[in-house]
């Protein structure tokens, strides 16, 4: 093994990428996380795994054969409708599709399978970093326990401890929620939503007012309930009353028809509020000394596909970047940081316009339009 040591904070898709292309060249690397354990909670939904980056990480982490075993074959079909149910949009999918769905969980277990046992130290919760000179850091976790490094990388998401160290950014919250509701047994318990649904995506938007569907492996439907809506008005409902908080958000959807509606009167999962924040558009920081960010610590932005992909794929570059220089570790670091300020860029500008094609004031339509235009352009 190569002797530089890299101290990752987060056992996310980026953290674990990067720790395994790491690994294949030969470079350890420890990564902390506050989970107790690999199944401590759920792992989220499908991922379309995009060519020019999910799939060029999992490349260089040497595993895709390994993600193409976990494919959700016919996931990537996709149909959009109106609140009365209504098709406008049916797209099949015909297996030339070059974005295929995973589940999150999946993906993630083939990443810890690729890795060291002792590679991720579980319980660690990091409470706060320090700089303790000469580029080092001293890293305290929630036990008091502390531990000190000359390379660390935050892949600790959205609220990360360790952006601090770089960026005075904070995230904030952009006037839209998601509400995170499931269905089980979907086709024998739910068989009017599960027609709605279809066999891949299903997408129900009217302006600031919507319903994003996923047909899931294992007969299930996992929702989305996407409102413009302040941060107020999200605080007063009680969501430990999920009775109470289910009525409060069907409500919203008064005049929808019937199977839209079930995906959040029938949620069989208490619901789950998700408020969407952003880092500023373009975020970036100075090179400081033996330190850097990847994934939603370094450009979190609003959910468009994409975040889950350029995770990965940060990941995946600075892992070669580093093995690249592994005695010159700030010369990785500048070379990593330099193509991801780069290359994220235009992805600020594409989230905020798929949210709005999604709720904006043409909604349904604008989605339609969207799709429309992106097969042609596949087509030509």
């Known amino acids: 093994m190569k002797t530089t040591s890299v101290t990752i904070v987060g056992a996310g898709l980026g953290g674990l990428t990067l720790a395994r292309v790491l690994h294949v060249?030969?470079?350890?690397?420890?990564?902390?996380?506050?989970?107790?354990?690999a199944q401590s909670r759920a792992q989220g939904g499908q991922l379309d795994?995009?060519?020019?980056?999910?799939?060029?990480?999992?490349?260089?982490?040497?595993?895709?054969?390994?993600?193409?075993?976990?494919?959700?074959?016919?996931?990537?079909a996709a149909r959009v409708?109106?609140?009365?149910?209504?098709?406008?949009?049916?797209?099949?999918?015909d297996g030339t599709a070059k974005r295929p769905e995973v589940l999150r969980g999946d993906l993630r277990r083939i990443l810890l399978d690729s890795l060291p046992d002792d590679t991720v130290q579980w319980g660690h919760k990091v409470t706060g970093v320090r700089p303790v000179g000469d580029g080092r850091y001293e890293l305290t976790f929630a036990d008091g326990a502390t531990v000190t490094t000359s390379v660390l990388v935050g892949a600790d998401g959205a609220w990360s401890k360790?952006?601090?160290?770089?960026?005075?950014?904070?995230?904030?919250?952009?006037?839209?929620?998601?509400i995170e509701t499931y269905l089980y047994d979907v086709d024998e318990r739910h068989p009017a939503t599960a027609e709605a649904?279809?066999?891949?995506?299903?997408?129900?938007?009217?302006?600031?007012?919507?319903?994003?569907?996923?047909?899931?492996?294992?007969?299930?439907?996992?929702?989305y309930v996407e409102l413009n809506r302040s941060?107020?008005?999200?605080?007063?409902?009680?969501?430990?009353?999920?009775?109470?908080?289910?009525?409060?958000?069907a409500a919203e959807f008064d005049g929808w028809a019937t199977e839209l509606v079930a995906l959040i009167t029938e949620g069989e999962t208490a619901p789950v509020a998700r408020l969407i924040h952003t880092l500023?558009?373009?975020?970036?920081?100075?090179?400081?000394?033996?330190?850097?960010?990847?994934?939603?610590?370094?450009?979190?932005?609003?959910?468009?596909?994409?975040?889950?992909?350029?995770?990965?794929?940060?990941?995946?570059?600075l892992g070669k970047a580093i093995a690249a220089h592994p005695d010159d570790i700030e010369t990785a670091l500048t070379?990593?940081?330099?193509?991801?300020?780069?290359?994220?860029?235009?992805?600020?500008t594409d989230a905020r316009e798929v949210l709005d094609l999604c709720l904006g004031d043409r909604a349904p339509f604008g989605l339609v339009d969207f799709f429309n235009v992106t097969a042609d352009a596949v087509a030509d």
């Open 162 to 178: 360790i952006r601090p160290l770089l960026s005075a950014a904070e995230p904030e919250y952009i006037g839209t929620t998601f």
């Open 49 to 76: 795994i995009h060519e020019n980056d999910g799939q060029r990480a999992l490349a260089a982490a040497g595993l895709t054969g390994e993600f193409r075993a976990i494919i959700h074959e016919g996931a990537e």
């Open 280 to 317: 500023p558009d373009g975020h970036r920081w100075d090179r400081v000394p033996g330190v850097t960010l990847l994934g939603d610590a370094a450009h979190l932005m609003p959910p468009s596909g994409d975040g889950a992909n350029l995770a990965m794929f940060d990941g995946a570059e």
């Open 335 to 348: 070379t990593y940081e330099k193509e991801m300020f780069a290359s994220c860029e235009a992805f600020y």
């Open 25 to 37: 060249h030969g470079i350890h690397a420890t990564v902390y996380e506050a989970d107790r354990s």
């Open 197 to 223: 649904v279809g066999v891949g995506a299903m997408y129900a938007f009217t302006p600031g007012t919507g319903i994003s569907a996923h047909r899931e492996a294992g007969d299930i439907i996992h929702t």
């Open 231 to 249: 941060a107020e008005w999200i605080a007063g409902i009680d969501f430990t009353d999920p009775t109470t908080a289910t009525a409060r958000i």
């Open 81 to 93: 409708l109106d609140q009365h149910g209504k098709v406008l949009l049916d797209i099949p999918d």
